[in-house]
């Protein structure tokens, strides 16, 4: 559990800081992920680049209809956040799930979504907001949507060089209804399954869904059949069943591909029906 | 000299006071051996195989060797001629392997040492460990016990193709008899998975070599500090009074301490070598590979019973997975099982036969419980499905089978005899707790809301105060000292060795009663083989129970010399002691027990036939094993959806004889249901078809954690031992050994309607979800 030896900088400025990653550094940021695959020599970055004292990349704020939320706020200030709960509650409840006490304090967003591992929880509450990713580099900018980033397991769209600066969420209609519903691996505390919804109604009928699920495969996904199901009409139960529809299940020693699928289906009528409750 | 009124000291024995090693324990200032630094300190770093099974073709330490700051790089080879590591345990046809303290041409399991690097900061050992090349040719490896006894499975041991270290038989009563007679006989393969004992603190060793001397100081992690002495001091040939162990603060040990490990013996060699301080700490991941695993069973018990649910006999067979080597006690531990199997019963026949099987994984050995968990599991199993098979309730036919309360002494058809006990006690206790009646009823209703409701139990006993010497392969006595120190305080020495069962308290209270004397005025002290006389240790549910007389027999040899002393300050030879004072019957003038100790000291005066000092020293040999016993009820729900498992309420009632500290015992029991749950629900030790550990580390494994424990209601009734003059039991593992086999007899109880009768440890929700579904739908899922 000891680390390769590594140069350490933690640089005050976001320029600087991507200077040093642009020149091969590894960026680090809450530590969560990475300090532990170095202790067990997963990883071997030559240099680690903190962005933790970098404060112009830690804030939360509201702007024209969004919630920006840059890369270094931790779990613990977005599931805390008065703005978020408020305008954003399914992303300050999927904060809530994550880890433990110590890892919210630590754990940042950035660093969950550029970690992209697929049981992590944001990335369902993002892929169910349709959140958008703000990408940074020495020369470059480009905001991406949440279903372009997650790419495949610990892969996004960054590209050498790039961080992950801000993730931005829509403020939600006050109408909507959303519910993070989640199975924990008992050990990890990671999501064997979790899933997102969110659900606006009209006249007694669902008007929009969405609906995120992460841990069932390689990256977390929008459960389009489901979400179409919901629309058209379809009973919860019966819409949540194609969740996993066409999906390439993970197997560990938690839970088969098997059990994952049908788990997904009956987090996924959790949520939903969770959701539905909310909706005003 | 005064004459104080005397009042009487209120008892300490049976209070729920605090624990004296909290205060360091709480604020981190605790010295664990990570702690220590000493001067010119280098460290080791094990370079370990990462395969299950291989040939060693080649160690490439050239390049390790050569970077700055290593100090020395060892092999097989270099330690070839040093003694291996021991094994105590001692059966008729035990096949022992070589177990060198490094690999020579072959690795047997993942985690094997092969190389040692020792530099002179960790970081660098580390990297240079990385350097070491070793070329492995690898071979078939076997980690299932069962595939490892079928024919044509590869050799963990080349020369034992059959991959048996021993086979052992044991017969009690007329086992043929009980089952012509029988009206039922149930059958069933019950298993006890490997577990991984995981302390908060990892081994961990400092050797220091004192040259001039021929003196070694080991400071290690250890349950047993005089044990590791002998056995080191012999491995290394060095003499046993010139070897000094320190078992300093231990951070747990559930019997993975009770060892002495290749580990202990490297970094001693080291030291001695390269004449530095030498560290080593095992890294979590080295603890999860290479410290000892516990449990490990694949048993097949039948038992014969008439129709009125009188046991008759049990038979079974057990399969020990020992792993690659045998560590101190490996394959002793099934043995215990053995004895465990009549359980409370009355059944007067058994029949037992246990293999000992090799595999390419780390060796198992005594685990909280240590084949007492795995026999009480089987036993209180069999007896639910039992009584499932005669539609009797559970509670029923236990109480039908126990032994009577007249009966004891009992002897056991293993060759045991069970001390004393009152059976129905706790389990009667148990069930007015739960308002037992009444929640068959809630469940009757439940079932018909179509709802998973389950009431599990398990009655059991245990071995326990290990043990009388001819029983146990060091010696099952225990040693205590007690000083009264010129001043009049009281320094207790004791060959226990607490790792966190708070034997600084307690023996400070048993020495506060006894003695007469303030508990603050107690310091106990253990651990340190310069200090201590010599002890056993830390095991087996024996520190109270032999540690505790031990202490309580050299009080009363002090006592006799106090009042001498006393007899002689008052100048009378009718005196009387009691709560620290001599008293003269006659005046009513009394001494301290401090004047007493100043006199003894000064020696100005001597009583007839007395030397100075007021230091007594006892060996007490116990004339048996104590049994505890006890009953707990789990009430649980399942989800047919997730199968997943809510524990409603967990009651556990012990019977521990005597409670010298209620608090204590308390947190021993609800540390060992913690950890009996962890096994009936979470842990397993998980090894893939190439002997490779899946669940290596605590993201994989699951180790209960506080928020995922019922609250626990805990109760006891008091039946004292005859064994020894405190009336005290033992209670470390009584939780471990109650709560698994109360865990798996709710969740078959709640799954009972669609046709259950066992379920394997541990009760994953895929396991129950697949069978609900396999016995809904008949589908195989
Ligand atoms: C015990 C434990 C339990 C956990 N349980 C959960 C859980 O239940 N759910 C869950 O979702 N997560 C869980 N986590 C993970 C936790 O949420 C981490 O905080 C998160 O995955 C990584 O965030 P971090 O800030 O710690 O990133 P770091 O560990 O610092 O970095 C992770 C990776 O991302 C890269 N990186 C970091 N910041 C950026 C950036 N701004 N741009 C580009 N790359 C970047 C790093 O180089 C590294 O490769 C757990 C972690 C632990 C230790």
Avoid at chain 2, 288 to 315: C, M, P, Q, S
Wanted: aromatic share 6%.
């Amino acid at each position: 559990m000891i680390p390769q030896q590594f140069e350490y900088s933690a640089p005050k400025s976001l320029a600087e800081a991507l200077a040093l990653i642009a020149d091969g550094g590894k960026p680090l940021s809450g530590g969560m992920s990475l300090i532990p695959m170095m202790k067990l020599r997963l990883a071997a970055p030559d240099r680690v680049v903190d962005l933790a004292r970098i404060a112009e990349l830690s804030y939360i704020r509201e702007q024209a209809g969004s919630i920006h939320i840059g890369a270094t706020t931790t779990h613990h200030e977005v599931e805390s956040s008065a703005v978020i709960r408020a305008k954003c509650p399914l992303l300050a409840e999927t904060a809530s799930f994550i880890g433990d006490v110590q890892v919210r304090n630590l754990g940042t967003i950035g660093g969950s979504v550029a970690h992209a591992d697929p049981s992590a929880d944001y990335p369902a509450a993002l892929q169910a907001l349709e959140a958008k990713i703000v990408i940074k580099g020495a020369a470059s900018e480009r905001t991406v949507s949440a279903d372009d980033f997650f790419v495949d397991t610990f892969t996004t769209a960054l590209e050498p060089g790039e961080i992950v600066t801000e993730v931005i969420v829509p403020v939600e209609a006050a109408s909507t209804g959303t519910s993070y519903q989640k199975l924990l691996q008992p050990a990890s505390g990671f999501a064997i399954v979790g899933v997102a919804a969110r659900i606006q109604k009209s006249g007694g009928k669902i008007t929009l869904a969405r609906v995120g699920v992460t841990g069932l495969s390689n990256r977390a996904f929008r459960a389009a059949a489901t979400e179409q199901a919901l629309t058209s009409g379809t009973a919860v139960q019966a819409a949540a069943d194609v969740v996993a529809q066409a999906i390439d299940a993970n197997s560990d020693l938690y839970a088969s591909a098997e059990f994952r699928a049908h788990l997904a289906a009956v987090y996924a009528a959790r949520a939903i029906d969770a959701a539905i409750r909310r909706t005003s | 000299m005064a004459t104080p009124s005397i009042t009487k000291l209120e008892p300490f024995i049976g209070k729920r006071i605090r624990r004296k090693e909290d205060p360091r324990l709480i604020t981190g200032t605790a010295t664990y051996v990570d702690d220590l630094q000493l001067p010119g300190m280098h460290f080791a770093v094990v370079v370990r195989s990462p395969h299950g099974a291989a040939r060693i073709k080649s160690v490439d330490i050239a390049a390790a060797a050569a970077m700055k700051g290593v100090a020395m790089v060892l092999t097989g080879r270099d330690v070839a001629d040093l003694a291996c590591v021991p094994c105590g345990a001692s059966l008729p046809g035990l096949r022992v392997p070589e177990h060198r303290l490094l690999a020579q041409d072959r690795v047997y399991y993942v985690g094997h040492p092969v190389a040692v690097v020792v530099a002179t900061d960790r970081y660098i050992a580390k990297d240079a460990a990385e350097a070491v090349e070793v070329d492995y040719e690898v071979l078939q490896a076997v980690a299932d016990p069962e595939k490892a006894l079928a024919p044509g499975a590869p050799a963990v041991h080349p020369q034992w193709p059959d991959n048996t270290a021993f086979t052992f038989h044991q017969e009690g009563g007329d086992i043929e008899k009980a089952f012509a007679e029988a009206d039922v006989v149930v059958k069933q393969r019950i298993t006890s998975q490997r577990l991984i004992p995981s302390p908060l603190e990892t081994r961990g060793c400092v050797a220091q070599w004192h040259a001039a001397e021929k003196s070694l100081t080991l400071h290690t992690s250890t349950q047993v500090p005089h044990l590791v002495r002998s056995l080191l001091a012999q491995m290394l040939g060095l003499d046993e009074n010139r070897v000094r162990v320190v078992a300093p603060e231990v951070g747990g040990g559930f019997g993975c301490k009770l060892n002495l490990y290749a580990e202990e013996a490297l970094t001693s060699h080291v030291a001695m070598k390269l004449g530095k301080p030498i560290k080593w700490i095992e890294s979590r991941r080295e603890n999860f590979l290479t410290t000892i695993h516990g449990r490990g069973h694949v048993d097949y018990y039948e038992v014969a019973a008439k129709k009125d649910g009188t046991i008759l006999g049990i038979k079974v067979k057990i399969i020990q997975d020992l792993g690659s080597y045998h560590q101190l006690l490996g394959p002793a531990i099934p043995t215990l099982s053995v004895l465990m199997i009549p359980g409370l019963y009355r059944a007067k026949s058994m029949c037992a036969d246990v293999v000992g099987v090799f595999t390419n994984c780390v060796p198992t050995d005594a685990y909280r419980g240590a084949g007492r968990p795995e026999a009480t599991h089987g036993i209180e199993r069999m007896v639910d499905i039992l009584a499932a098979e005669l539609k009797m309730d559970p509670a029923e036919l236990r109480l039908k089978n126990f032994v009577r309360n007249e009966e004891f002494p009992f002897p056991t058809a293993t060759g045991l005899i069970y001390d004393t006990g009152d059976y129905a006690a706790p389990l009667r206790k148990a069930m007015e707790t739960v308002n037992y009646t009444e929640l068959r009823k809630q469940q009757a209703d439940a079932r018909k809301h179509g709802k998973l409701m389950g009431i599990g139990m398990s009655t059991y006993g245990e071995i326990c105060a290990f043990g009388p010497s001819p029983a146990t392969p060091a010696g099952g006595w225990e040693s205590a000292t007690v000083k009264i120190e010129p001043s009049g305080k009281v320094t207790v020495m004791t060959g226990v060795s607490p790792h966190g069962q708070g034997e600084e308290t307690t023996f400070s209270q048993i020495t506060a009663d006894h003695l007469g004397v303030p508990f603050e005025d107690v310091l106990v002290q253990h651990g340190d083989t310069a200090i201590v006389q010599y002890g056993i240790g830390t095991f087996g549910s024996r520190a109270t129970a032999v540690g505790g007389p031990a202490l309580y027999y050299a009080i009363q040899e002090l006592i006799i010399k106090i009042k001498k002393f006393g007899a002689m300050l008052l100048e009378s030879d009718d005196v009387s002691y009691a709560n620290g004072q001599c008293t003269c019957a006659k005046t009513g003038k009394s001494v301290s027990i401090k004047e007493i100790a100043g006199a003894a000291y000064r020696a100005m005066k001597l009583p007839a036939n007395t030397e100075p000092g007021l230091v007594a020293t006892y060996f007490w040999e116990p004339t048996n094993f104590t049994f505890p016993f006890g009953a707990h009820i789990m009430v649980a729900e399942v989800d047919p959806g997730t199968g997943a498992i809510d524990i409603k309420r967990y009651v556990a009632i012990d019977d521990c004889g005597n409670l010298i500290n209620p608090l204590v015992v308390d947190g021993q029991v609800h540390g060992g249901v913690a950890q009996g749950l962890g096994q009936a629900l979470w842990e397993q030790a998980v090894y893939d078809d190439n002997a490779q550990l899946v669940s290596g580390e605590f993201m994989d494994y699951t180790m209960p954690r506080a928020h995922m424990m019922p609250w626990i209601e805990s109760g006891h009734t008091i039946t004292p031992t005859p064994v020894n003059p405190l009336g005290v039991k033992g209670v470390g593992e009584a939780g471990t050994i109650g709560a698994s086999p109360a865990a798996v007899s709710a969740v078959v109880d709640a799954l009972s309607p669609l046709g259950v009768r066992h379920i394997d440890m541990p009760m994953t929700p895929e396991k129950i979800w697949r069978l609900i579904l396999s016995k809904t739908t008949g589908s195989n899922a």
